[in-house]
């Protein structure tokens, strides 16, 4: 680093002064003390002429001394300076090597630098006329370009928000670029107020956690899935008809459910097949799912044929009506089935439940209540509904399903759909 030269004191220049202002000071006397006569002025002016020679000789060492450190003081102002281009040069080529984009702000948020990442990361953020505008302006200037996607349409509140976090965060700051790039921002303030901003490519960081997400996303998905009809499974009806459950007994509301059962579905399979019978349950599923209304209401593959309807705050008419739907739903699909006794085209038999559950009860009560009567409406027929009867509530599990129909059965607990 250059350095100011430092030069001795001017001694000779000042004795020489002194000596010279002596001498006149020699010659003043001198002709105060003499008594004029024909040769008196001889001497002091001799003292005199010494003297003002030495003051021009001191005065001409005096410049000479003053213009070599001003020539020394320049030549090292301006090796200074050269120090100081160059130690910028490599300081700016040295962090242009650097893989992270770089910003500096002065005291006054004005920016004083920035490295050539920046602009590999997210071209055009910055040109050399750039340099010396404070932050606003230039965040301003990339939402206008379209840099920011996140601050388009909602630029003062998306900009207030910046400003009120700026160079305070303890973690970074995830940001948005145009071209689906994402990146992280970490700011510090220096102890003079410099403002250091860094910013990193975490492009595909943030895609493949997103990619991770998705997949998990669908696992979870396919876990409630059930594979053949895409509609919802064992599982994700166990799990929706515990918290239904719960919520009606805390409200007091009902909770109603359909048990579905495809009529001869084996010899479905046997006369047309394995492939043709999962494209059938296709079939019933997107009938019943086209039945579904309200919100929270769900239709489930239970198992095998058989799926399940289960209506949240639905009362016994509505499940009713409900029922009715998908027997009229299912023969509108006309799914033919040659090899069933009860008639021409695939049917269904249902059994309905419906329940305000109390604290006492459990959730596989108003199962087996529906199931009671969905076989009751396989013995009387097929191709109906039933609804659970007092006794269904409280029926054993080794109890045979297969009854023999009452003579005067009300139409509210049995419905036959003629095909």
Same mark, same amino acid.
């Given at each position: 680093m250059a350095t100011v030269p430092n030069p001795s004191p001017p001694n000779g220049p000042a004795l020489l002064a002194v000596i010279s202002i002596g001498c006149e000071g020699v010659a003043l006397w001198w002709l105060a003390a003499q008594q004029p006569d024909a040769g008196w002025a001889t001497g002091p002016i001799a003292w +005199? +002429?010494?003297g003002l020679l030495g003051m021009v000789a001191s005065t001409l060492w005096f410049g000479l001394r003053a213009r070599t450190t001003r020539q020394a003081m320049d030549q090292a102002m301006q090796a200074a300076q050269q120090e100081a281009v160059r130690t910028r040069q490599m300081m700016a080529s040295s962090l242009d090597t650097l893989d992270v984009g770089l910003e500096i702000y002065d005291e006054h948020d004005r920016l004083v630098m920035y490295n050539k990442r920046i602009n590999l990361m997210h071209p055009n953020l910055h040109t050399p006329n750039d %340099?010396?505008?404070?932050?606003i &302006? #230039?965040?301003?200037g990339n939402i206008e370009k379209g840099l %920011? &996607?996140? +601050?388009?349409?909602?630029e003062d509140e998306w900009l207030a928000q910046r400003m009120a976090t700026r160079g305070t965060r303890t973690e970074p700051l995830l940001q948005e670029l145009a071209g689906d790039q994402? %990146?992280?921002t970490y700011e510090t303030r220096t102890p003079e107020g410099y403002l250091v901003a860094v910013r990193v490519d975490v492009t595909d960081l943030v895609r493949k956690t997103r990619a991770l997400e998705e997949s998990n996303r669908l696992l979870a998905q396919q876990s409630i899935t059930d594979s053949v009809t895409g509609i919802g499974n064992r599982s994700l009806f166990d799990q929706t008809l515990a918290t239904e459950w719960q919520r009606a007994a805390r409200n007091g509301t009902e909770l109603s459910l359909l048990l579905v059962d495809v009529d001869h579905f084996k010899p479905y399979n046997d006369h047309y097949g394995h492939v043709a019978g999962d494209e059938a349950l296709r079939r019933v599923a997107r009938s019943l799912n086209d039945c579904v209304r309200r919100?929270?209401? #769900?239709? +489930?593959?239970?198992?095998?044929?058989?799926?399940v309807m289960l209506l949240p705050g639905a009362s016994l008419a509505?499940?009713?009506v409900m029922a009715q739907q998908c027997l009229e739903r299912l023969q509108h699909e006309a799914i033919a089935h040659v090899a069933s006794p009860t008639g021409p085209l695939l049917s269904c038999s249902i059994g309905l439940a419906s329940v305000q559950p109390a604290t006492h009860q459990i959730p596989d009560q108003l199962i087996k209540a529906a199931d009671a009567a969905m076989y009751r409406a396989k013995s009387f027929g097929r191709a109906r509904f039933e609804i659970a009867q007092p006794s269904d509530w409280t029926i054993e599990k080794d109890t045979p399903r297969t009854l023999v129909e009452p003579a005067n059965l009300s139409p509210l607990h049995s419905s036959k759909?003629? #095909?």
């Open positions: +005199a +002429a010494v %340099i010396g505008k404070t932050f &302006p #230039l965040v301003r %920011i &996607p996140s +601050a388009v349409g909602r994402w %990146i992280h919100a929270g209401e #769900l239709v +489930a593959r239970y198992g095998g044929e058989e799926f509505h499940a009713v759909l003629c #095909l």
